[in-house]
RNA sequence: GGUGAUGUAGCCAAGUGGUAAGGCAGCGGUCUGCAAAACCGCCAUCGCGGGUUCGACUCUCGUCAUCACCUCCA
């Protein structure tokens, strides 16, 4: 039984989906303006990671994401660079694609767009004012953030502090449309030549940041969700936002588990631009060569803890992540000389550390002690591996369970296809040859040889096995 | 000021009312022609100070420190 941890309710619950086998999943997606930084690919692999759980646990999952695609930001940038909105949003929206696709992070069942469900936005928000819950003022329409019983529960908001905290803070413009400082913005007049926007029963406009997120939601997972997803950052005021108008708008609950990621830090210290330290996935990937390093760090750290980033915790994940790797390979490698049958005891052990696995991502997703049943696991290929004989059924399970694990974290491929050149291929049967002979002086010069190209070779009872660094 | 977190070995990081998982690094062994890989062993009393208890790191009170959120930042 999966319990997750509800920012609601502010404590772990047992999970149970609407329908049986199906999850309906919204995790909220960048504003495209810029590449994504880390700690936007933080939020998308911690929820691509609950997802694969969910399915490697045997759920369809219906999974929806957002790309904002008109805000301030945007058009502020559009502006600097003197091109079109979409433009912007056009590039950005490409390079999440790209940037996304090396760390394994599946396509959202369905990516929506802001601007593709304006429709849909204008009529949620014409359901608000006539229901009474928002008010048209000069062009801007309000939510009545009072008006919602249970306004700010998800964040732990009292009201009264809340607008005392925010004193100072207010655009005075803005607050002078407001009923109510709480109230927030579910369209907003636009009438600069030039900018983005659309007609409405309002006028020229754009929607409001929130509002987004509570129709794509609706439209294309229903009234009531299971999961909501997003930074912890977002419980206020973005998804206490999302919940007053849409709650509103139904009358039901709009969803029934809040998950919320935590922080990726750099050097201990905030990501933030001010301090210079922003880093985006797009110049990772151009300076580290292997993204599964990437994904590993970031999946596999429980996904409410922050994230420290640093080389140091770069380099150790690189480390734990090789040695799953060589593990892989040399049983990979055993398999050769494997015979028919299996070993009941080994595969014992390998159901008894799945369980293990099972039980720790079980409990809210607790990766570090799923991590923990994998190198148990892995101690018990490496031990295998050195057997004086091994099953061709018990290590296939093995590989075949590692494999299946790893692939929840979202790496899957353990042991990268790799080709050697003919000169290549020559010198490790040379060098077979050379051993045999007892002519280790050869043999160690060819290894040195293959060495400075990057080929590792090693000798084990069962010969001679060889490896990329 | 309000709200919510966190503080466990050199580092990353679990966990629990009965004397601290796992990984990295380090040290010592085994295996190996040498090496690599691997395996075995060693390596912490849980920020600080009270209290409750037969017993607390785990409960409680206080304290210190770090951090986040408090109207558009994942």
Redesign the pocket.
């Known amino acids: 039984m999966i319990h997750v941890y509800n920012t609601l309710t ?1 404590q772990k619950e047992i999970f149970k989906s609407i329908q049986p086998n199906l999850i309906t999943m919204y995790v ?1 997606g ?2 495209i303006y810029n590449y994504i ?1 880390i ?2 690919a ?2 998308a692999i911690a929820f691509d990671t609950i997802r694969r759980y969910f399915e490697f646990r045997g759920y369809e999952v219906n999974y929806v994401s957002n790309f904002t695609d008109v ?3 945007i058009i502020n940038r559009a502006h600097e660079e003197g091109v079109s909105e979409a433009t912007i949003t056009e590039k950005y929206a490409q390079a999440f694609e790209n940037d996304t696709l090396p760390l394994n992070i599946k396509p959202a069942t369905v990516r929506s767009k802001a601007t593709e469900v304006i429709p849909d936005i204008i009529s949620f928000v014409s359901e608000l004012i006539a229901k009474g819950y928002a008010y048209e003022a000069d062009g801007d329409v309000y939510f009545r953030a009072r008006q919602f019983k249970g306004y700010g529960i998800l ?4 009201l009264n ?6 004193s100072g ?2 655009d005075p413009e ?1 607050l002078a449309k407001k009923e109510d ?2 109230d ?2 579910v369209w ?1 007049s636009e009438n600069r030549p030039g900018v983005i926007s659309w007609d409405s029963p309002w006028g020229n406009g754009r929607p ?2 929130h509002i987004e997120c509570s129709v794509m939601a609706q439209k294309y997972l229903g009234n009531t969700i299971d999961v909501h997803g ?9 998804h206490t936002n999302e919940i007053a108008q849409s709650e509103a708008r139904t009358g039901q609950t709009f969803v029934h588990y809040w998950l919320h ?4 830090n750099i050097n201990d210290e ?2 933030s631009k001010s301090l210079g330290n922003f880093i985006t996935l797009h110049d990772m990937l151009e300076r580290y060569d292997d993204p599964m390093t990437i994904r590993y760090l970031l999946s596999t ?2 996904y409410r ?4 980033y640093s080389e ?2 770069l380099t ?1 994940a690189r ?2 992540l090789d ?1 799953i790797r ?2 892989y390979r ?1 049983l990979h490698f055993r398999m050769k000389d494997s015979k028919d049958g299996r070993n009941e005891a080994v595969e014992s052990d390998i159901n008894e550390y799945k369980k293990q696995f099972i039980a720790a991502m079980d ?1 809210d997703f ?1 990766t ?2 799923a ?2 049943a994998i ?2 696991l ?2 018990l290929a ?2 295998y ?2 057997a004086a004989i091994i099953q061709r059924d018990t290590a296939m399970l093995l590989l075949e369970t590692m494999t299946a694990l790893m692939q929840v974290f979202g790496i899957e491929t353990l042991m990268p296809v790799e080709q050697l050149t003919v000169e290549q291929q020559s010198l490790l049967e040379q060098r077979v040859i050379a ?1 045999q002979n007892k002519d ?2 050869e ?2 010069r060819i290894r040195d040889i293959l060495k400075l190209q990057d080929i ?5 009872a069962q010969g001679q096995r060889w490896h990329k660094a």
């Open positions: 502010h909220c960048p504003t930084h700690g936007n933080r939020s805000d301030d930001k964040a732990h908001q009292d502090e809340l607008e005392a905290g925010a803070r207010l803005e400082a709480l927030f913005a907003k409001g940041w997003g930074g912890i950052d977002l419980a206020f005021p973005h990621n935590g922080f990726v905030k990501m750290t429980q803890r922050p994230i420290n140091d915790t150790q480390v734990e040695r060589t593990a040399n409990d607790n570090q002690n991590l923990a190198f148990e892995i101690a490496n031990t591996s050195e051993r280790f002086s043999s160690d590792i070779v090693e000798d084990t």
